[in-house]
């Protein structure tokens, strides 16, 4: 399942839950989306940030995956934002038009690849591939060795997006969440803990933010 990052795992989960583009829409889960994709867009190089924080793209930059397309041409078009400022901006419109976008066009993408199915405007994902995925995350996170990035980003979504409790017993959770802890405080994964302390850190201000605005 690692031929799926974190993105498309987290949409999975996100249908296997509530098959409608809408289930994208409850804040949490909008706001993970939207910054799961920015990171990608970072990690690509398609877009850098400023010594202010503020996002830019360049004028040659290119999406790394289709899906991300969309948010891509939508950071470029308009004016220069923080990461903070730009995910809770689009998450907190009315409508969410950016958000439903989007959501669109991962869910497209994930239907060439033969994951999910459309019919009548709802999306259905087999379970067994959401289980695979959910698996390999806690066999992963629970083994004494470095987890992946992408197992890490997966669970962090799903903790901040309040679909964590949906997929995993109580015990296997506060498993997979002291160990995010541990790996966070250790010296030995310098890599893999400075990604859990930057994005959670980020993730938990901007959900704190939307969660409790009017």
Do not use: W
């Amino acid at each position: 399942m690692l031929s799926l990052n974190y993105t498309q795992q987290f949409a999975l989960c996100v249908l296997g839950q509530k098959p409608k583009l809408n289930a994208f829409k409850r804040r949490e889960v909008a706001a993970c989306l939207l910054l799961a994709e920015v990171v990608e867009l970072l990690r690509a190089g398609a877009i850098q940030l400023s010594a202010d924080d503020k996002m830019l793209v360049g004028p040659g930059a290119d999406a790394p995956a289709d899906y991300l397309k969309p948010i891509l041409a939508d950071i470029r078009a308009r004016k220069s934002q923080t990461v903070n400022s730009y995910v809770k901006n689009a998450v907190l419109s009315v409508r969410k038009k950016r958000v439903t976008l989007f959501a669109e066009a991962l869910c497209q993408s994930l239907i060439k690849m033969n994951m999910l199915d459309e019919d009548e405007n709802k999306y259905y994902v087999t379970q067994t591939v959401i289980d695979r995925a959910l698996t390999e995350l806690y066999h992963d996170m629970t083994t004494d060795k470095e987890p992946h990035e992408q197992t890490v980003m997966l669970a962090m979504l799903l903790i901040n997006s309040g679909l964590f409790k949906s997929y995993f017993p109580k015990d296997e959770a506060e498993q997979i969440r002291l160990r995010l802890q541990e790996v966070a405080k250790s010296d030995q994964y310098p890599l893999i803990s400075d990604v859990i302390k930057k994005i959670h850190s980020e993730l938990s201000a901007i959900i704190a933010a939307v969660s409790f605005a009017r």
